[in-house]
């Protein structure tokens, strides 16, 4: 049986293309192989980024496989350990991760898609939430959603599902970068380069900090930093690279980073 996934590494970069055709929708099993994956490369210190998109040129992900869902299998399914999508739940998550978005991203694939800390989408993509017109809550969405775009353009999105094109997504910020379809691979892979080539425990602490930030105010999250209350801030404040840092700039050089 062919894999649902396709797994690439290219150095310290990796690409997972979801390859469930006609559209890319995500069952459970799928999920869990997506949450092992990421969850591996979240614990290999080889590799610094990912990229994820779907295979084809029409869908990135529709969200949940209502084909699996008319087999029986419930909304609140075990997903694995990185719920729906693989990377939406998955604990300690702390490298950039490119959504790389070649088609139309709804539903839970809108959820897949948000959850990445950088997004890159082909000319022709399109977004929505449709779960409205089926009477289901975008959960993952409507919690995610007004604190990325205006929350009028979000709740507009949510209660009427209608379809955003990626013109209007890249106005309102919710795209980084928009590129011809032929070259969105490309380009994703150019700035997965660039983040490769990074300091890896700074991007760590960025990702912590941002994730404190969610449940704390400012002053308090600013705190846990400074504290060293955060691993990964007491970790880069303690490291190699920090030191490495200093000294480049000092020598006028490119700093080598280790990630340690």
Same mark, same amino acid.
């Given at each position: 049986?062919q894999s ?9 970069i990796?690409?997972v ?5 006609k559209?890319n929708a995500i069952? $459970?099993? &799928?999920? @869990? #192989?997506?949450?092992? +994956?990421?969850?591996?490369f979240?614990?290999?210190p080889a590799?610094r980024?990912a ?18 869902a008319a087999e029986?299998?419930?909304p609140d399914s075990?997903?694995?350990?990185g719920?729906f999508g693989?990377?939406q ?7 950039p991760?490119?959504?790389a978005?070649?088609?139309?991203a ?8 948000i ?12 977004f ?10 975008a959960d $993952?969405? &409507?919690? @995610? #959603?007004?604190k990325r +775009?205006?929350y009028?353009v ?5 209660f009427?599902?209608?379809?955003m ?5 890249k ?10 379809a032929?070259?969105l ?31 704390h105010?400012?002053q308090?999250t600013?705190d ?9 801030v ?9 030191l490495e840092?200093?000294k ?9 980073w280790?990630?340690?």
């Open positions: 049986m649902p996934l396709n797994v690439e590494k290219n150095g310290s990796l690409e293309t979801l390859n469930r055709p559209a069952d $459970a099993p &799928t999920s @869990k #192989l997506m949450g092992e +994956v990421f969850a591996e979240r614990d290999d590799m980024v990229i994820i998109t779907g295979g084809g040129e029409k869908f990135f992900c529709p969200g949940w496989d209502l084909k699996a029986g299998e419930a075990d997903y694995g350990v719920g693989g990377i739940e998955l604990p300690d998550l702390n490298k991760i490119i959504a978005v070649n088609g139309i709804c539903g839970g694939g809108f959820e897949l898609m959850s990445a800390d950088i997004i890159i989408a082909a000319e022709h993509a399109s929505a939430l449709p779960e409205i017109n089926s009477g289901t809550l $993952a969405a &409507t919690i @995610k #959603l007004p +775009v205006p009028h979000a709740m507009e999105l949510l009427t599902g209608r379809w094109d990626v013109d209007e997504a106005h309102w910020g919710l795209v980084n970068e928009v590129v011809a032929d070259k691979m490309q380009r994703a892979r150019e700035v997965a380069g660039l983040l490769s080539e990074g300091p890896p425990l700074v991007y760590a602490a960025i990702k912590e900090t941002v994730r404190a930030a969610e449940d105010n400012f308090d600013l846990m930093a400074n504290q060293h209350k955060l691993k990964t007491a970790t880069l404040y303690t490291s190699e690279d920090q840092g200093a480049a700039f000092a020598e006028k050089r490119k700093p080598v280790k990630g340690r």
